[in-house]
Antibody, heavy 120, light 109 residues
């Protein structure tokens, strides 16, 4: 059974750096073809893909946010970490992590999401 | 950048009716990499359809996907009360690698 769970601060101040951790079980990020992605959703708005890391440490970023994002993995801990610098109120959103596989490139298992509010 | 445009924005239907949701891409999308998700309030999205027409595990057969190129469709043959939700299409392709449509809300008429 695949599960994912996001953790991190619920409130950050403008200009601060956000660090989110995705802790997962039921699969390994050392297995060929596996990836973990981050997707966010501002309140009442659509989904937006942010970043994804593959089993071989290949990393993909949304071009519009690439300069602010870093994604890393710790295979031994079954964790993926996303950092986003220079947070702004427009970054207020629910942040999800999700499992993916390179052959299909969809997101078949999702975490419950964590709401991050950016406010002074 | 491939933009996915979903229509209509809102679909008002009654239980038992057929729902037809459209997802149009600004450029051709590989059918292998077109997916549909359902999202209910306060919940994470759930994968319904992958590869444009394959149902994900546990998805009822009243959900079906079709299309190719730039035009894709999600059909719900007979709406059940639990099907009223927001639906998103998603593609994988040229940068940005993953994009989502803006969503279609299926509401009870």
């Amino acid at each position: 059974q695949i599960t994912l769970k996001e953790s991190g601060p619920t409130l950050v101040k403008p200009t601060q750096t956000l660090t989110l951790t995705c802790t997962f079980s039921g699969f390994s990020l050392s297995t060929s073809g596996v990836g973990v992605g981050w997707i966010r959703q501002p309140p009442g708005k659509a989904l937006e893909w942010l970043a994804l890391i593959y089993w071989d440490d290949d990393k993909r970023y949304s071009p519009s946010l690439k300069s602010r994002l870093t994604i890393t993995k710790d295979t031994s801990k079954n964790q993926v970490v996303l950092t986003m610098t220079n947070m702004d109120p427009v970054d207020t959103a629910t942040y999800y992590c999700a499992h993916s596989e390179i052959w299909i490139q969809d997101f078949d298992y999702w975490g419950q999401g964590t709401l991050v509010t950016v406010s002074s | 950048e491939i933009v996915l445009t979903q229509s209509p924005g809102t679909l008002s239907l009654s239980p038992g009716e057929r729902a037809t949701l459209s997802c149009r891409a600004s450029q051709s999308v590989s059918s292998s990499y077109l997916a549909w998700y359902q999202q209910k309030p306060g919940q994470a999205p759930r994968l319904l359809i992958y590869g444009a027409s394959s149902r994900a595990t546990g998805i009822p057969d009243r959900f079906s996907g079709s299309g190719s190129g730039t035009d894709f469709t999600l059909t719900i043959s007979r709406l059940e009360p639990e099907d009223f939700a927001v639906y998103y299409c998603q593609q994988y392709g040229s940068s940005p690698q993953w994009t989502f449509g803006q969503g279609t809300k299926v509401e009870i008429k």
